[in-house]
């Protein structure tokens, strides 16, 4: 079976222990430190590289050909803008125009309401006056009618008159 304390112990020691390197005595823990300063300072070399490549693609681009793409996606927007203004133009030109038609033709509506009342009242009027001049004629005709009836039954009775009085006529 393993002894657990004797690896403890060895593990406290090793913080006491010493190395002797190039007639420098080192402890474990500086050992450590030398060891994460000198990752630190290699990996700070290999992110500067890293860096100064970026900065050299960077550097390298023509921007030229950015300002162009640039200038000619702000020719579209201008132009797209111009285009939209036109179209906001042009449909409130159609709102105006529709407006102003519906307003002649509501009143081109009103007239011909009117002019259909006005003609209405007219037909009215001629059939009522129309209505007056035939009873009027039919009055008259029946007064003269009945004039007529009276005058030949006057001539009537007096011709059977003078008929019954004719002597011969027996």
Known sequence: MVDTTKIADEIDGLADKQVKVGGVKLTFASI???FAFISTVVGGLYGGFVLY???EAVAGLDLDEYQAEIRFIDNKIT???EKSEQGIDYTRDI???LKNDILRLEKQSDR????VRNVLDDARD???KASRRFETQREQL???QKGDMAELEARLEKLVQRALDNPLAN
């Open 112 to 115: 011909t309401e009117q002019l």
């Open 95 to 97: 709102k105006n125009n």
């Open 53 to 55: 490549q970026r900065i």
């Open 126 to 128: 001629m059939i009522d």
């Open 79 to 81: 132009a797209l803008t």
């Open 142 to 144: 029946r007064s003269t």
């Open 32 to 34: 450590m430190a030398i």
